[in-house]
T-cell receptor, first 109, second 115 residues
């Protein structure tokens, strides 16, 4: 079973700062997901990665398959980015999704 | 599209009662997932279906839990009998093409409290 570790667990930053959230996993995967959960509880899928880098607006996700590591970056952070960010991995096939514990991000104005 | 629809949004029940959670996936999606989220354990995959067939139910905690997908537009998760430790938020998600490794769209969740 894959072990998924996220860091930091909690992060408080000022508006405008560059944010990095890290995710590492123990076993090779077929894909990695970054999810966002807002205080109201809804979950939104931000990215699904199997290699390289993806960018969507101010969000950038990277993955290094050899090092079993992924990062989620937020540029020019804004209070509306405050949420829990969750990393999840899958080996594909009959394997299920395994989740990290999440990173609780607060962006202060 | 209305997105993934779950009902009820909130459920309060007493220990021993049967609970049925419902999910309508996004039209055209062929994979459906049931997750549970608790403070202690975070998000966990319970079961997922591909083309209405259960593929992996190893996350189902015990025999009190059962899930069905009778057609492409409807799934249920049933707990019988319910216990206080089943209190959690239950999410349903769906995706298109392939059981895993595709972007998943989550429903709003059902918040279950078992007294």
């Amino acid at each position: 079973k894959n072990e998924v570790e996220q860091s930091p667990q909690n992060l408080t930053a000022q508006e405008g700062e560059f944010i990095t959230i890290n995710c590492s996993y123990s076993v090779g995967i077929s894909a990695l997901h970054w999810l966002q959960q807002h205080p109201g509880g809804g979950i939104v899928s931000l990215f699904m990665l199997s290699s390289g880098k993806k960018k969507h607006g101010r969000l950038i996700a990277t993955i290094n398959i050899q090092e079993k590591h992924s990062s989620l970056h937020i540029t020019a952070s804004h209070p509306r980015d405050s949420a829990v960010y969750i990393c999840a991995v899958t080996g594909g096939g009959a394997d299920g999704l395994t989740f990290g514990k999440g990173t609780h991000l607060i962006i202060q104005p | 599209d209305a997105g993934v629809i779950q009902s009820p949004r909130h459920e309060v029940t007493e220990m021993g009662q049967e609970v049925t959670l419902r999910c309508k996936p996004i039209s055209g999606h062929n994979s459906l997932f049931w997750y549970r989220q608790t403070m202690m354990r975070g998000l966990e995959l319970l079961i997922y279906f591909n083309n209405n067939v259960p593929i992996d139910d190893s996350g189902m905690p015990e025999d009190r839990f059962s899930a069905k997908m009778p057609n492409a537009s409807f799934s249920t998760l049933k707990i019988q009998p319910s216990e206080p430790r089943d209190s959690a938020v239950y999410f349903c998600a769906s995706s298109f093409t392939g059981p895993l490794g595709e972007t998943q769209y989550f429903g709003p969740g059902t918040r279950l409290l078992v007294l």
